[in-house]
Nanobody
Framework: QVQLVESGERLVQAGGSLRLSCAAS????????MGWFRQAAGKERELVAG????????SYSDSVKGRLTISRDNVKNTVYLQMNSLKPEDTAVYYC?????????????????????WGQGTQVTVSS
């Protein structure tokens, strides 16, 4: 069983920055595709950033491109989400997720139903 634990600042003013971290248990973290999703009130969960097992491939939603950066450290079993130039519309619960396809996939999966493990979620609030 894989456990994902998110941490990071949760309240920031518009235009500010914060970084979320997600620490994963498990010996095969380096095989996992990782994603950061968010769900705002009344909206569906969406992928904001994803990264493949090596970090060579990343994918972002159009709404966050140029402002958010996903990265990973396979030695520390941790994935990060650096969030800059934050806007009030970035306010949501942010979830870390892991996908274990059983091999080292080069692609980044955007469909949340294809992810196997989820963190508990952390509320991020951007005040105007």
């Amino acid at each position: 069983q894989v456990q994902l634990v998110e941490s990071g600042e949760r309240l920031v003013q518009a235009g500010g920055s914060l970084r979320l971290s997600c620490a994963a248990s498990g010996r095969t973290f380096s095989n996992y595709g990782m994603g950061w999703f968010r769900q705002a009130a009344g909206k569906e969960r969406e992928l904001v950033a994803g990264i493949n097992w090596s970090g060579a491939m990343t994918s972002y939603s159009d709404s966050v491109k140029g402002r958010l950066t996903i990265s990973r450290d396979n030695v520390k079993n941790t994935v990060y989400l650096q969030m800059n130039s934050l806007k009030p519309e970035d306010t949501a619960v942010y979830y870390c997720a892991a996908r274990d396809p059983g091999y080292r996939s080069a692609r980044v999966e955007r469909d949340p139903s294809k992810y196997d493990y989820w963190g508990q979620g952390t509320q991020v609030t951007v005040s105007s």
